[in-house]
């Protein structure tokens, strides 16, 4: 039996574009809005998703995507973003989330990140387990 042929670089499909996007998790699940990296706001020397949490959610709970009633602060979540200067993208997100690679791998590959991408956390990104929870948190 002949072997099928390989495609030259060429003929490869290309790599999907990357996307940037906020996220949360609710009850499990990941909920993810994103675009196009071509499609997102410059600010400074980063490229940033245009849609914020509190905006999205709203949309979100009108159009039962959210659980109602809850705010968008509630649940862990997060954000890429991409450096324009260093060409690297970074993932910024409650530590909730950030614990548990398997969520890390989805999102990664959901919005087309390259392994090399930068994980953090930020003030922003702490929900209200992390906030007024148990001590018992890195």
């Not at 979100?60 to 890429?80: H, I």
């Not at 991409?82 to 950030?98: E, G, P, V």
């Amino acid at each position: 039996m002949a072997k099928p042929a390989k495609l030259s670089r060429k003929e490869a499909k290309p790599a999907a574009e990357p996307r940037l996007g906020i996220f949360w998790l609710v009850d499990g699940k990941l909920l993810i809005d994103s675009a196009p990296l071509s499609e997102c706001e410059q600010y400074g020397d980063h490229r940033n998703y245009p849609g914020s949490h509190s905006d999205v959610w709203e949309l979100w709970l009108r159009v039962g995507k959210a659980p109602a009633p809850s705010e968008y602060e509630e649940f862990p979540r997060g954000r890429t973003m991409y450096s324009t200067s260093t060409n690297t993208f970074t993932l910024l997100a409650d530590r909730c989330i950030l614990k548990r690679k398997e969520l890390i791998a989805k999102i990664k590959e959901e919005l087309r990140l390259p392994k090399q991408t930068t994980l953090g956390t930020d003030s922003h990104y702490r929900c209200f387990h992390c906030l007024h929870g148990s001590q018992d948190e890195e």
